[in-house]
């Protein structure tokens, strides 16, 4: 059974959903530090491009919500409803297992880089 929730929730989740959207948009938009090896480099691009993609997400689930907003009071609110919080579910589990990805790549990078770092610090 899917929960119903008010719409001081729902309104909740669209500010929330807003302010996530700017702040993956600031991030892909961000330029890259200097000094990246190529792999780092494509995996960087990598990552802005699904910045870009959720933040179409995010979009899209945000205009979801609005109209739900719209809809409250009205007969097919319920089914809406659903459909939303199925879709914020999804959208959840999606940037989770992305964050979980992204902190992967960047603790081997990180690693890689003290053992170059080390590396470079024993030769002297």
């Known amino acids: ?18 302010e996530t959207r700017k702040i993956l ?25 699904w910045l870009g993609i959720a933040c179409k997400e995010l979009d899209n689930l945000t205009r979801h919500g609005e109209k739900l907003l719209k809809l409250k009071d009205s007969s097919g609110a319920s089914e809406m409803q659903q459909s939303f919080n199925l879709q914020y579910l999804q959208l959840q589990q999606n940037m989770q297992q992305q964050n979980l990805q992204f902190t992967v790549v960047s603790n081997i990078m990180k690693v890689k880089h003290d053992t170059a770092r080390s590396a470079i610090n024993n030769i002297r």
């Open 25 to 49: 948009y600031k991030l892909s938009k961000q330029s890259s530090p200097r000094g990246l090896s190529t792999p780092e480099k494509a995996e960087l691009k990598r990552y802005d491009s």
């Open 1 to 18: 059974m899917i929960k119903v929730i008010d719409r001081k929730q729902l309104e909740t989740r669209v500010k929330i959903l807003k």
